[in-house]
Each structure stands twice: as C-alpha cells, then as structure tokens.
C-alpha cells in the first residue's frame, strides 16, 4: 500500500467511526425525547382520569 | 445552565464543528507540503495528535465530574462523568487505531509492545472496564461511586502515558507539542503546525458537540427512571 492509501484508511475508519458514533447518539436522544413524551401524555390522561 | 441557551450551545456547535473540520481536511490533506522525511504519511498527525487531546479532555472531565460526584453526590456530576468516559473511549481507540496504521510505513509494524502504546492500550481498557462496571452494577448509587473511583484512577495513567517516551527507551517519538522544553513552533515549522492546530479546534468542538448530546441523553434517561420509579 503507498502513503496516501494509509492516509485514507486512516481518515476513512475515524470519520466512519465518528459518523457511525453521532448517528447512535442522535438515534438514542430521538428514543428517549419520544419515550419522555409517551410518560408525560400518559400521566396527563391519568390526572384527567381522576378529575 | 438555563435548557435554551444550552440548547441553542449545542447548536452553534453543531454547525461552527463541520466547518472547521472540512477547513482541517483541506488544509491537511491538500493545503499542507508533505514532510521532508516521512513524505504523506505524516498527513495522519493531523488525526492522530488531535484524537488523543480529545481523549486526554474527555478524561479529565471523567477525573473532574467523578471527584465532585464523590464530594457532592449530585446526578449531574455522574452524568458528566459516564458521557465524557463514552466519548474518551471512542477517542482512545481512533488514536490507537491511527497510530497502528501510521506506525506501518514508518516503523514497519502494525504494533509493538512499546512503553507509550502499550500504556495508551491499558488506558483504552480502563475505560472499557469503566463503561463495564457501569452497565453490570444494577445499584445505580453504587455503580456511580464505583465508576468514579476508577475514573479517577484511569486519569492518573495520562501524565505516564505522556511521560512513558522520556522515561523509557521507546519506538515512539518523543511528543510533538506538548514538550516541556521547546515551544511547539520551535519544533514543528508553521506549515505542518498550523493544519494541527486547525485540527485540534475543529476535534475540540466536534467533541464539545458530542458531550453535549450525551449529556442531554444521560438528563433525559434520569428522568424516565424517575418518572417511572414515582409510578410504581
């Protein structure tokens, strides 16, 4: 392999890795924004139960 | 911090990180001269000295969240700590990886059991034992008190890992930038300095971007246990 065949598999795994890591996290943030809402929803029709 | 202003934080650095970053990759990877000596495959130190400064950042903030988590016992000082250890894994490892693939042109092997790799594989693993601990301790109070104690412990291992080239004969190069002797300019000339420090802003703040998702994740999962705890 010559140097910039180095070059880009280094360039290609870190920026694959953190793209591939960002686009968990926002996945994960996106679950837990919409599990957070269905709790909320859910409580809100509980309180207007009981009224 | 107010969650507006935290937010809007998040994303102004959300949009100045991709910026910065693409100016990095251009000066790097086309602006810059190759080196005299190594020729191209130097361009991989404007990964390689970048990772590791995200990764020793991140794990300071793992050493500064777990020491007031001890002192004060507040969630939010855990919370900072778990975030910044995920990340600071992610980063060990891209810098391990990176440095194995630019020690094969210039040293002719993939790895070897030198003080500096071998030290910044022990810290890869500490970290990895770290999110570990966490996730097997079903005692939330307990696994937070366990993992500050080995955060703490795992950040003594960055002054050795930094000053493993000078206190033992190794393969690695002596540091590039961060020299107690010599000022950075005096030991890189400004055109390959100047791609590193564009470099180092734009890791600094892709990593800022990242910490600040994480740590929006780890609030919100506090708030579902709490709201499901005060259900049942």
Redesign the interface.
Known sequence: ?G??G??M???G??WG??LL??SS??R??RR??S??AL?QAE?DTGRHEKK | MPQRSRRKGTSLLGTAAPVVILIG?YWG?IHAPADAFQ???Q??MY??IP?ILTAYLSIFLVFVGSCLYLWKREKRDDILAYSAAEIGV?FI??TI??GS??G??TWGVWWTWDARLTLTAVFLLIFVGYLMLRSLIEDESRAATAGAVLGIVGFLDIPLIHMSVYWWRTLHQPPSILRPDKAPWENIPWALLTPLLINIVAFAL?YFY?LS??F??GE??E??KA??LARS
Do not use: F, N
């Open positions: 392999m140097a910039w180095y070059v598999l280094a360039y795994i870190v890795t953190i890591y960002l996290l926002k994960r943030l837990a924004e599990d957070l709790l409580e | 990759l990877l020729g191209d495959v361009r991989i990964l390689h990772s992610l490892a891209l990886v990176e693939i630019w094969r042109p892709l990242l998702l994480r929006r994740l919100l999962q708030e579902i709201r499901k």
